[in-house]
């Protein structure tokens, strides 16, 4: 089973958790990140280092997000590796918190 980065994440895109991943299973688009289901490991260390709390083990994310468990991996598949620290996007402050961002999500395939 895998963790699965959800719907707060979008707009905010902190990478605190790239950090600590020991499996590289971070992926960057735009203005958002993924976990590859392939690539995690199930380490439980992401989840605790995500300032925007958008990090849930696939079997515990809310109902409304699951369309999530499904985009981290599709995305996982086009997006690239992400293994260092960025500063988050210019108003992670405030998009922190919002609901419904999925409408934001930038989907721009790398390939």
Known sequence: MAFVVTDNCILCKYTDCVAVCPADAFYE????????????IDCDLCPVECPAD???????VPEDQKEFIELNAELAKHW??????KPPLDDAKKWDGVTDKI??????LDD
């Open 29 to 40: 688009g735009p203005n958002f990140l993924v976990i590859s289901p392939d690539d995690c």
């Open 54 to 60: 958008a990090i849930y083990q696939e079997d515990e």
């Open 103 to 108: 409408q934001y999500l930038d989907t721009q």
């Open 80 to 85: 690239p590796r992400i293994t260092e620290v």
